[in-house]
């Protein structure tokens, strides 16, 4: 997970030195986004929106991968996780003390996330208009109206309760976000009654009716992950990073096998195993900075693999439909490898050669705009200075000089 250049972020002011990447993190992010996709294998054997009757247990590497092709969704919910405990990290306290603007906050946000998701909408459109001339149907994500694409083209097509999903589907949660920072950061104006605010944001999350679940989830897990960074900053401050890492790695570890055992309850494992997950490769990452370094690529291709993967599915589906292959094909082994790899390889060209350019383009358009405002500020200030201080000269009534 990027997160800029080597840092001290304080908590109550004392310091909690972490590197310039947390690269567990990084890796987390990726493994979510493999999770999802993997849940999503699913999407080959849909006959338009609704799914077949071939048996999950016909998937590839179903032995192995049994626990993803059942609960891979819970991946989305990790994402939320792992968003407010980095937004926590990088801006709460920057946007308390107005050392970042909202101006400056929306425009890191949107040149991170819409270029993609503009290409990827355009994308699914196109191809899910060849795929119902063939089909008379769409492929998976059924609502897609002009309603739907003006949601999606503004990034709220989860905002309000909507009874299916259309276009890039997946972008749902991608939505959800970009309404958690606008939450989060009108609460971090707030001074310090903001953690009050937050806290009331995951109340409300658990007591939406269940037509707003996406939001709730949103609200629920965004907000969790950002008093895990709390929690995290207050642990290490009360001991050192080895003790930290080892009492929430062992705590950890001691939720998960609980889970593997015995199972647990949707709240246990997504507002408690979840944070304390990110928590202890956050700890981990302050004991042995890069550690995880060579995973970096899972978070560096893990959006692109998230927003890239349905319309790689509809260009494969009509691509062995048309050579006459039946969607069993897809319980290949060899397809799916090849899928996948064919899929994290698109994903990391795409990661550095477009969303990077970007990115990057949006963000130095801004600064341009910035500076020449600044520019025009400046000259006006330094015109009414001089004007201020400039001798007035006038003439008196018998014609003499006079000088003010």
Request: hydrophobic fraction near 55%; charge should be positive.
């Amino acid at each position: 997970m990027v997160i800029g250049g080597p840092r001290s972020i304080t908590y109550r002011g004392l310091p909690l030195h972490l590197s310039e990447r947390i690269y567990g993190l990084d890796a987390l992010r990726g493994f979510a986004a493999l999770s999802v996709l993997i849940w999503h294998w699913q999407h080959f054997f849909f006959v338009g929106g609704v799914p077949s009757a071939v048996p999950m247990t016909n998937q590839p590497f179903y032995p192995i991968l049994f626990a993803f092709y059942h609960f891979g969704y819970y991946g989305v919910e990790m994402f939320f996780c792992l968003s407010g405990f980095v937004f926590f990290w990088l801006f709460s306290t920057k946007i308390t003390k107005r050392a970042i603007n909202l101006s400056q906050f929306a425009v890191d946000r949107f040149s991170r996330l819409y270029p993609l998701h503009f290409v990827t909408f355009l994308m699914v459109a196109g191809l899910q208009y060849f795929y119902i001339s063939n089909h008379r149907v769409l492929f998976v994500y059924q609502a897609n109206d002009v309603y739907h694409a003006v949601l999606n083209l503004l990034l709220m097509p989860a905002w309000f309760p909507e009874p299916g999903w259309s276009f890039n589907g997946p972008i749902w949660s991608v939505s959800i976000e970009v309404l958690m920072y606008a939450l989060f950061a009108a609460a971090c104006l707030t001074g310090r009654l903001k953690y009050v605010i937050f806290a009331g944001f995951i109340i409300v999350g658990f007591l939406l009716p269940g037509e707003w679940h996406k939001v709730a989830k949103g609200l629920k897990l965004f907000f969790v992950g950002g008093f895990a960074y709390l929690a995290l900053s207050a642990l290490l401050r009360l001991m050192s990073a080895h003790r930290t890492a080892g009492l929430l790695c062992g705590l950890c570890l001691g939720a998960w096998s609980w889970i593997i055992i015995y199972g647990a309850g949707v709240l246990f494992v997504t507002c408690i195993t979840f944070p304390l997950t990110v928590m202890a490769l956050a700890a981990l990452n302050a004991v042995w900075p890069d550690r995880f370094r060579s995973l970096k690529w899972l978070g560096d291709s893990s959006y692109a693999i998230y927003l890239l993967h349905v319309p790689f599915q509809i260009t494969l589906a009509m691509i062995a439909d048309g050579l006459g292959y039946t969607r069993e094909i897809f319980q290949s082994r060899a397809i799916f490898l090849l899928f996948f790899s064919v899929l994290v390889a698109a994903s990391l060209l795409c990661h550095h050669y477009f969303e990077t350019w970007a990115k990057n383009g949006i963000r130095m358009r801004y600064a341009k705009a910035v500076a020449a405002k600044l520019r025009i500020a400046d000259r006006d200030h330094f015109k009414r200075h001089i004007e201020d201080v400039r001798p007035v000269t006038a003439t008196s009534t018998n014609g003499a000089v006079r000088v003010d």
